[in-house]
């Protein structure tokens, strides 16, 4: 199961950065040197005992990847959450060599209280190569689906009995047929989310991880196993640790874990729960140790840093109906998906009542977490997310997919459970090694539409940023306005103004509103020197006219004020030509609110 190392190491690891960082005034930088040295030290140890690092699985899943890791090595941000939580909060990091915390400047994300191990990724990656780089969440995203893909060969095999796991041919074809099935055929897969910082896809990877682990210790548990057992059960204890350590919402994922577990285990005649329950403060005990850390750190340093639940009296009730009609919306969008994880769920609820194999046990645990975390994202639309949010359900397909790896993993185990004609077998592994090749050539054939590079508005955006950041005079203050409360453009332009590498440049982004008056009372009392606007998206000629400035189109341009006027400093066009919406009279409100409306929390 050499595979699974990846994220076991990434919970060791990264649990043990999140607590000497938040219990100590020590540079980030000497604490990753600290771990690189035992990173180092662990790959020697391999070496001299002839042990491939990750498992040949693993290598095999990477040259997979490598024209997928070229598009993701040359991919700029371009998602929300990028710009607004996962790249700041890396970038701080970079700068100042510490988490945040109240003896430095105030952070720029949004929400600084969140679990830092992919923005550590990314602080690793850019003080390797000397300068920050974006493209390391989205290669690392990449890497850990690789590792899952020989994982999961590694872990069904262990679900079979000694004399029946494959050889080490068989198990690469098998690698082929996982990295068919985990990126591109998944229906819940989603490459703008892989190819970003978002720290969705290692959320999936190590649920999933999580999952199968935990039903092969009841498995060796049953089997009387037990010298395996305690292996096992440290295994799933840093892949728990990598994902409480992930996203803030979860420690909600591992207790629905844990539930299904030990409600499997409970309706099992062959497992005893008191040896169980001596295995709870061993496959527990570090996540829980690592979130209380971060929570301490947390309420001391960052309060407010974080999205929390409001009282019950002001919940979203009003947009429950729009919330189920959006959720359905969602379903029916993406109907094998949901289809497939609400049959695992019918099917799990089923075997409870003698859940006597690995298949049934992981149809239970999968159950339990889909039906568990459904209710939490309710809650969460209800309590902690906007109106605006709750009545359209905000990323829920994107929040669905944490269980989409672990519903993959229980047809996976189901599959390999049928009993089926040796000649099967046979076909099988010649449709992996076919895959062996398909994969990256399928990636190679498609890879204009899986690159945000041929996105024209996020390349225009990008570029726009970019170039103010080196073009702006020091200490310039630019109000964006686009008008259209979905646009990135904001967020772009305040995260590439900050990016590190312009830590000589006192430049700031405002927008506060785009009503005329209010616009040139900020230019005329000097809380601003520079407006941008773009009419690419939207038909701004309303708001340039009551300005007095030129019709602004199928472009972005930035105008410098002068005491008196506006004049037009630059401009850059859209290619090619995006045909702008009108602005109708329903379009939402605009402002420091709507600016923002179009991010989902994390």
């Known amino acids: 199961m050499a595979g699974a190392d990846t994220m076991v190491g990434l919970g060791l690891g990264g649990g043990l950065l999140s607590i000497l960082a938040a219990t100590t005034s020590v540079p980030l930088s000497v604490w990753l040197v600290v771990l690189g040295v035992g990173v180092a030290a662990g790959l020697i140890r391999l070496i001299r005992y002839g042990i491939v690092p990750g498992g040949r699985e693993f290598w095999v899943a990477v040259a997979m990847l490598v024209p997928f890791l070229a598009i993701a090595a040359a991919a700029p941000a371009t998602m929300w959450d990028d710009l607004f939580h996962w790249l700041p909060n890396a970038a701080y990091a970079y700068r100042f060599d510490s988490l945040a915390h109240p003896g430095l400047p105030e952070p720029l994300a949004r929400w600084p209280g969140y679990p830092q191990t992919m923005p550590f990724l990314t602080l690793a990656a850019s003080r390797l190569d000397g300068q920050f780089l974006e493209s390391a969440g989205p290669i690392a995203n990449l890497l850990i689906l690789g590792s899952f893909s020989a994982a999961l060969v590694g872990i069904i095999g262990e679900f079979k009995s000694r004399t029946t796991k494959s050889s080490h041919a068989s198990g690469i074809a098998l690698v082929g047929l996982s990295m068919v099935a985990v990126p591109l055929l998944n229906p819940g897969f989603d490459q703008e989310v892989v190819l970003s910082s978002y720290a969705d896809a290692a959320t999936a990877v190590a649920v999933a991880l999580c999952g199968l682990l935990g039903c092969l210790i009841l498995e060796r548990a049953a089997q009387g196993r037990h010298d395996e057992v305690l292996t096992l059960a440290w295994r799933f204890a840093f892949v728990a640790v990598a994902l409480v350590n992930l996203k803030q919402a979860n420690p909600v994922l591992l207790a629905l874990l844990t539930a299904g577990l030990a409600l499997v285990a409970s309706r099992s005649p062959s497992l005893r729960m008191s040896s169980l329950a001596s295995l709870v403060p061993v496959m527990l005990g570090p996540a829980a140790a690592v979130w209380l850390a971060w929570r301490v750190y947390v309420n001391f340093n960052l309060a407010g840093g974080e999205m929390a639940f409001r009282s019950p009296l002001q919940w979203n009730w009003a947009e429950v109906p729009h919330m189920l009609s959006a959720i359905w919306v969602v379903y029916c969008e993406r109907p094998v998906f949901y289809a497939v994880m609400t049959g695992i769920t019918i099917a799990g609820i089923a075997v409870l009542k003698h859940p006597a194999t690995a298949f049934r046990r992981l149809l239970a645990v999968t159950a339990v977490c889909w039906i568990g975390y459904n209710v939490f994202l309710v809650l969460v639309y209800l309590g902690a997310m906007t109106a605006s949010e709750a009545s359209y359900a905000a990323a829920y397909l994107r929040y669905t997919n944490h269980l989409g790896l672990l519903g993959t993993s229980t047809m996976a185990v189901g599959i390999i459970s049928a009993a089926s004609p040796a000649w099967i077998c046979g076909k099988i592994r010649i449709v992996g090694v076919a895959c062996l090749a398909a994969f990256p050539l399928t990636v190679i054939w498609n890879a204009e539409t899986l690159s945000p590079l041929s996105d024209t508005w996020s390349m225009h955006f990008r570029q726009v940023g970019h170039e103010l950041a080196d073009t702006l005079p020091v200490g ?127």
């Open 476 to 602: 310039a203050r630019i109000v964006v306005i686009t008008l259209t409360a979905q646009d990135l453009m904001p967020l772009a332009i305040k995260y590439d103004l900050w990016r590190p590498g312009r830590e000589d440049r006192d430049l700031r982004t405002v927008w506060d509103g785009d009503e005329p008056d209010r616009i040139r009372e900020m230019f005329s009392t000097g809380q601003a020197t520079h407006l941008l606007l773009t009419g690419a998206l939207t038909n701004i000629d309303p708001l340039t006219e009551a300005l007095g400035l030129r019709a602004v189109r199928n472009e972005t341009t930035l105008f410098a004020w002068d005491g008196d006027g506006w004049l037009e400093t630059r401009s850059w066009p859209v290619v090619p030509v995006l045909k702008p919406k009108p602005a109708p009279s329903d379009q939402p409100e605009h402002g420091p609110d709507a600016q923002v409306a179009g991010w989902t929390p994390n």
